[in-house]
């Protein structure tokens, strides 16, 4: 009965809103920077000035950079009570955090603890990965420009920090290995594939498939020559 027992979802509520109204701070990262430059001709002096560099260019480039300036923290699942008549005296939050490069676990949590003040809650990290990256002045690197002058002169190489998780995550802390992610598309319209990434219909034309073995084949053939 309400009335009788403290509502964990209830106390709970002010928090999940303070999460959801969080405001980060914002940082420039190497890999935005050489971004916006690659592509506008000149390198953002702030992260605002990124923004609006990314918004002149169009809204899907510009939601593509502005999770990449920042730590987020979006909450996706709650549970508590598994019954109706039940009133929960604890409930379990689940908040998708992702995090710049060389950003620690540590560094995040005191963060979350600064958004939700003191209170009656525990931190608990279920998947704990700080950002990682690889840098860009690599035999790599130069595989990629060389393929791509090859392919396609008019174009040239941008690097860019990926908001999701990949495996490159493993072979970075495993082997201490360089390792991009680089597909390039032809036939499928860049922003319809990221709209589709874990989708029902995830999917990938043959004709991209076939330009990324291209790819391979000659990253493998230039640097083991």
């Keep these: 009965m309400q009335g009788i027992a403290d509502n964990a979802l209830v106390k709970a509520s002010p928090l999940i809103t303070a999460l959801g109204d969080y405001v980060p701070e914002q940082h420039l990262t190497p890999e935005v920077e050489a971004l916006l430059e690659a592509v506008t001709g000149e390198r953002p002096v702030s992260p605002q000035v990124a923004i609006e560099q990314a918004r002149a260019i169009g809204e899907f480039f510009a939601a593509m950079v502005e999770p990449l300036l920042s730590l987020t923290l979006s909450p996706t699942m709650i549970s508590a009570s598994k019954k109706r008549n039940v009133i929960p005296a604890i ?89 991009y992610g680089f597909f390039p598309l032809r036939a499928m319209d860049a922003e319809l594939a990221a709209r589709l990434i874990h989708s029902a219909d995830e999917r990938i034309p043959v004709a991209d498939l076939e330009l990324a073995v291209s790819f391979l084949r000659y990253a493998a053939q230039a640097m083991l020559a």
């Design 91 to 179: 409930c379990d939050v689940i908040v998708d955090s992702r995090l710049l490069p060389e950003t620690t676990t540590a560094e995040q949590h005191a963060i979350v603890r600064t958004v939700l003040g003191d209170g009656d809650y525990e931190l608990e990290s279920l998947e704990a990965h700080g950002g990682t990256r690889s840098p860009i002045e690599t035999p790599l690197w130069d595989a990629v420009s060389g393929w791509i002058a090859e392919v396609e002169p008019e174009a040239k190489p941008a690097p860019i920090c990926v908001a999701g998780f990949t495996d490159s995550h493993w072979f970075r802390e495993a082997f201490g290995t360089v390792a």
